[in-house]
């Protein structure tokens, strides 16, 4: 058994060395279709991240009616943190609130402070974080019912086209990234097709001989998985700089820290890692899927 593969994995080295004008060509492949593939993930990761980013931060605010005690807040809290769809519940006094207001208009929040202390005119609320974008607006019309709250606000109309675009985009991201899969193996398949054309005689002989499908096959299979892992390295050497660099010019954030890239560690080394899979793996099947042709025609 061991004899059997080594003799498949010297086959498949001495293929690629001998024939390494078309293995540089069906590498080359590789390359050009694995850097729109990385370019895709990197876009796709940080686009789920910053949209994740967003949906979190959109929250549903609740104001409670004054005089409301503590026993009711409580009560209320309990009720709400029970709703289907809601993540967590968060109580900010008054005084936290006209804080927040104030920090959000950065230096015209001093006008604002004169407020602080028993002339603060805000209420009491609740911040509720939902599990997704979708379940705003229906939390959201629940606790508007609920005794004791006041007033719910959680942005409109505005907030739910912005979640439905979020989500169309992180779908998006997943479709792009499919079709590009399956481009990439077809690119790949329609390169090596020319390899083995090109290797007919080889293939007519041994067929002639006796050889099975398995024994003729596997050695193409090994020269199609060393060809995407030659093809894979170039776009993993420009992912690896290239997003650090690009990670460390922009301090880590795009725009503004609302929009947090993906951390360096661990996001290269596994997108490293994906696309040294995606080449051995692109190469493999696009070898599988043309030997296989070419035994099937020459039957």
């Not at 009711?72 to 519940?89: D, F, M, T």
């Not at 609320?125 to 979708?134: Q, V, W």
């Not at 690896?240 to 503004?256: A, C, E, K, Q, S």
């Amino acid at each position: 058994m061991i004899t059997k593969i080594a003799r498949i994995l010297r086959e498949g080295i001495y293929g690629v060395i001998r024939h390494r004008a078309m293995s540089l060509s069906s590498s080359s492949a590789v390359t050009m279709t694995l850097m729109i593939v990385s370019v895709f993930l990197i876009l796709s990761v940080n686009i789920r991240l910053i949209v994740d980013t967003i949906e979190s931060s959109v929250q549903i605010h609740a104001k409670i009616e004054v005089g409301t005690n503590f026993e009711q807040i409580r009560s209320v809290r309990e009720e709400i943190e029970n709703l289907p769809g809601v993540k967590s519940v968060t109580f900010s006094d008054k005084d936290s609130e006209l804080n927040a207001f104030i920090e959000a208009y950065g230096d015209q929040g001093d006008l604002f402070k004169m407020y602080v202390g028993d002339k603060n005119p805000l209420r009491d609320a609740f911040l509720i974080e939902t599990t997704s974008g979708e379940s705003i607006e229906n939390v959201a019309t629940i606790v508007a019912k609920i005794d004791h709250i006041e007033k719910v606000n959680y942005g409109g109309t505005g907030t739910l086209l912005l979640m439905d675009s979020m989500e169309s985009i992180k779908t998006g991201t997943l479709i792009v990234m499919g079709a590009l899969g399956l481009l990439a193996i077809l690119l790949i398949t329609n390169t090596i097709d020319t390899t083995i054309n090109a290797r007919s005689d080889e293939l007519f002989i041994m067929r002639t001989v006796g050889a099975s499908n398995g024994f003729i096959r596997w050695p193409f299979i090994i020269e199609g998985m060393i060809i995407g892992m030659i093809g894979s390295l170039i776009p993993i050497i420009l992912t690896v700089i290239g997003y650090i660099y690009l990670y460390n010019m922009l301090d880590g954030y795009l725009f503004t820290r609302i929009f947090a890239l993906v951390p360096i560690v661990p996001f290269v080394p596994l997108l490293a890692a994906i696309l040294l899979l995606l080449g051995v793996v692109v190469g493999m099947l696009g070898s599988f899927i043309s030997v296989t042709r070419k035994l099937w025609w020459t039957r």
